[in-house]
């Protein structure tokens, strides 16, 4: 398993934004696909975002669409998750999530190895 470091959450307003990174301990990070995941309070963990490989494929959840931005550099064995525009439904813990299999997935029980979880506050 790899190791995965979160970072980048914080309290912003409605309509703000922020970037979220997700470090990897692996050089051999460009192997895995790389997901980011929320869990609100009260709430199952959901899926946001997903990105293959080599960043050439990628996948959101409906309601982020247009709003938030998966990529990766795998030089830096970093993820990142630009989320602009953010709602306060947007709140939660967000989770990075890394799989050795190739294929594209957003079930969570896919995903084999998981960072500490960097917590998003989208209030005023």
């Known amino acids: 398993q790899v190791q995965l470091v979160e970072s980048g959450g914080g309290l912003v307003q409605p309509g703000g934004s922020l970037r979220l990174s997700c470090a990897a301990s692996?050089?051999?990070?460009?192997?895995?696909?790389v997901g980011w995941f929320r869990q609100a309070p009260g709430k199952e963990r959901e899926f946001v975002a997903v990105?293959?490989?080599?960043?050439?494929?990628?996948s959101y959840r409906d309601s982020v669409k247009g709003r938030f931005i998966i990529s990766r550099d795998n030089d830096k064995n970093t993820v990142y998750l630009q989320m602009n525009s953010l709602k306060p439904e947007d709140t939660a813990v967000y989770y990075c999530?890394?799989?050795?299999?190739?294929?594209?997935?957003?079930?969570?029980?896919?995903?084999?190895?998981w960072g500490q979880g960097t917590q998003v506050t989208v209030s005023s």
């Open positions: 999530a890394a799989r050795t299999i190739a294929t594209i997935r957003t079930d969570p029980l896919d995903f084999g190895s």
């Open positions: 692996d050089r051999s990070f460009s192997s895995y696909v």
């Open positions: 990105i293959s490989r080599t960043g050439g494929a990628t």
